[in-house]
């Protein structure tokens, strides 16, 4: 669950902003930020990171993860533990608020070796969003947040332009992967699910022991039908049933199911199985082909941009490493999530 959460809150801030940090004498350095001063939470190098900063965040992602988590959690949910690890919800969040912030403050710092700043039409875009955003968060949150319009636009400005610089050193790397390494052909398949129905009000039904037969039937009728054709698409058209394409290759299942993209291995192209009986049901998959040129062609693309960002990734590593983050802990233990800051209902919906 760690992962997923933290995950979470990033990806809660691109939405809303961009990225964030910076040095004060950079040359990427917005306006906005020139000026800038506070509580010291922590130092990235010699560089302060602000508590009220920090606690913006906190409260930020705090709000979204309430409305995510709270079905799961309850209204206890800060003081519950989270993962594995033990740490509880509220442990987690602040330590993805300093992840997060190390992350962007580290890029910010070095826009001025990428040549990065943020023209007068994207500040006056920030400062647009800044009053926007002031005017369509709740009071409360704002308030909790320690939120006004010039620190929102402070904040929003080094979203944007950390953001700028994590874009600049991908497109400064361009890694070697050829088309071969990307490569992939298609297979087609078909579930029978034996796991049940929902009613529109979400109530579960599982499947009588006769249905259970009947679906079974089904899918081997369906599998017969298949291999006359020789056309699982067409057998579906037929039938009718739903057939889902998967690109696969020996690397990767495609999200197939790992016995059905096993078993499309074994087939030869053209190939269809018969009845795999899984967990989920009893699948009927066809091994269509060893290349799909474009989704060769995607896959490449998706390789090359997960190269970029593992790069990325990397180069973050190492500046962090360089210049660890030194947190005051006496100042972060002021900021507390031993409470919800949206409303919610008795049914667990939100205000």
Not at 171 to 192: C, H, K, M, N, W
Not at 260 to 289: F, M, N, T
Not at 300 to 323: G, H, I, P, R, V
Request: aromatic content about 8%; charged content about 30%.
């Amino acid at each position: 669950m760690r992962k997923r959460l933290k995950k979470l809150g990033i990806l809660m801030m691109l939405a809303a902003v961009a990225l964030a940090g910076c040095g004060k004498k950079e040359a990427g350095v917005p306006r906005v930020l020139e000026q800038e001063s506070g509580t010291t939470l922590a130092t990235l190098g010699d560089e302060p990171i602000y508590l009220e900063e920090a606690l913006f965040y906190t409260r930020m992602l705090q709000e979204q993860w309430e409305y995510v988590y709270y079905e799961s959690f309850g209204e206890t949910m800060w003081q519950q533990e989270a993962d594995d690890s033990g740490q509880t919800l509220e442990e987690l969040l602040k330590s993805s608020v300093l992840d997060t912030l190390t992350e962007l403050h580290l890029l910010c710092a070095h826009a001025g070796e990428y040549g990065v700043s943020l023209t007068d039409g994207e500040q006056e875009e920030i400062a647009r969003r800044a009053q926007n955003f002031m005017e369509n968060n709740t009071k409360a949150v704002l308030e909790a947040a320690g939120a006004d319009r010039e620190s929102v636009e402070r904040y929003l400005a080094r979203n944007e332009l950390a953001g700028k610089v994590a874009e600049a050193i991908r497109a400064d790397y361009e890694p070697e992967i050829s088309e071969e390494e990307a490569q992939v052909g298609r297979l087609t398949y078909a579930l029978f699910s034996n796991t049940g129905l929902y009613d529109v009000e979400g109530n579960f039904t599982p499947f009588t022991e006769e249905e259970l037969a009947k679906i079974q039937q089904e899918a081997d009728d369906f599998a017969a039908l298949a291999a006359d054709l020789g056309d699982i698409s067409a057998a579906g058209e037929q039938f009718p049933h739903t057939v889902i394409d998967v690109y696969f290759n020996e690397d990767t299942d495609g999200g197939a199911h790992p016995d059905v993209a096993g078993k499309a291995r074994e087939l030869p192209v053209g190939g269809v199985s018969g009845v795999i009986a899984s967990d989920e049901g009893w699948y009927v998959v066809q091994h269509v082909s060893d290349l799909d040129a474009d989704a060769t062609s995607d896959r490449l693309e998706e390789l090359k941009e997960s190269a970029k960002q593992e790069y990325l990734q990397n180069l973050e590593d190492s500046w962090a490493k360089e210049t660890p983050l030194k947190v005051d802990e006496n100042v972060w233990e002021t900021v507390q999530i031993d409470g919800l800051i949206t409303e919610i209902g008795g049914d667990g919906s939100h205000e």
